[in-house]
């Protein structure tokens, strides 16, 4: 593993963090999980899942790279109605479904994550609050306080609501695309997970509970071992959390049932990681805990840095996609029982 770069910034904090080994991030551990931390995503699993999301289809709205896609409509908790894209293959049959969660900016267009394996469908929806699509009324938009909205309780913390939004999103998948209609049953197909950031930290805190996904990749996922990345200086959100904190301790209670380390010591999917060694929007560390805690399979890709552009980036982004490629072209298709 290559040691962190000295990348020049105007930072007032070092957004590598001291780490000047890369194994030092690989010993970063999970935080200890709340007693009903289990019980209490199963029950809002259950509910997500109970949801009739009554997804509408809309017309093309561009045709490229061998997919046509989509505008959709569907139905998530609190009967709340979310919009994104559903990009389908041009020609031949659907083999494999996606959902694609993303980043803290929310998504405007579906931009280029396309679906990874030729014969793909992918979902990719923008979770409540997030992005013209994803809009509700009375939730922010901007990050810094979509992040603290609801925050006082578990129970109405709206990251917990976002999750359900991927849920919700598979279940629309699943209903709009026939051939994905028995995911997560014996012999049926599986779906793939791709989150970037925020959405990274939302498929970790999604994806132990569901039966219905056979791979995941997240990349410089966000959420990651919360009482650390308290004490880290950062940009965006996770400042805005920080600041948050300092008035209001308590809220450390809450924030330990939506942990993105902690949940992934129950995610046996298997999952590739790619993970920054500098970044001063999400602190290494707390990437590297999701990694270091994933009960099942795993693969890590080391990137010199996140959400920070620096030389080297293209080509480290194109080294991850074809991992991606790879790493589920593997997983996938083993899951489906195809040649």
Sequence with gaps: MASPVAFAHDFPFDPAYGCTAPEQLLRVPAPPAP???????????????????????????????GVRIHGITYTSVGGVRLGGWLALPAEGPVRYGFVV?????????????????????????????????????????????HVL??????????IGECVADLWCAASAL???????????????????????????????????????????????????????????????????????????PQVADVLRYFDAATAATRLELPTLVAAALFDPSVPPPGQFAVYNALAGERELQVLSAGHFPYRGMTAEAAELDANRTR????????????A
């Design 174 to 248: 699943t209903e709009l695309v026939p051939e994905l209609a028995g995911a997560g049953r014996p012999g049926g197909p599986r779906l793939g997970y791709l989150g970037e950031s925020f959405g990274g930290g939302l498929g970790a805190l999604a994806l132990p509970w569901e039966s219905r996904f056979g791979a995941a990749q997240l990349t410089v996922p966000t959420f990651g071992n919360h009482p650390l990345r308290l004490t880290l200086p950062c940009v965006g959100s996770g400042e805005a959390v920080r600041a948050y904190h300092r008035e209001h």
């Design 35 to 65: 007693a009903d931390f289990e019980a209490f995503w199963r029950d809002r699993y259950a509910r997500a899942r109970a949801i009739s999301t009554r997804p509408v289809l809309g017309p093309v709205e561009e045709e490229r790279e």
């Design 101 to 145: 969660g993303h980043g803290y900016g929310g998504r405007q267009e579906p931009g280029r994550d396309l679906p990874p394996l030729p014969g793909a469908a992918a979902i990719l929806p923008c979770v409540r609050g997030m992005g013209e699509r994803g809009r509700v009324d009375s939730i922010p938009d901007l990050a810094d306080e």
């Design 327 to 338: 790493f589920f072209g593997e997983r996938l298709t083993a899951a489906d029982g195809s």
């Design 149 to 158: 909205y609801g925050i006082g309780s578990r129970d109405s913390y709206v």
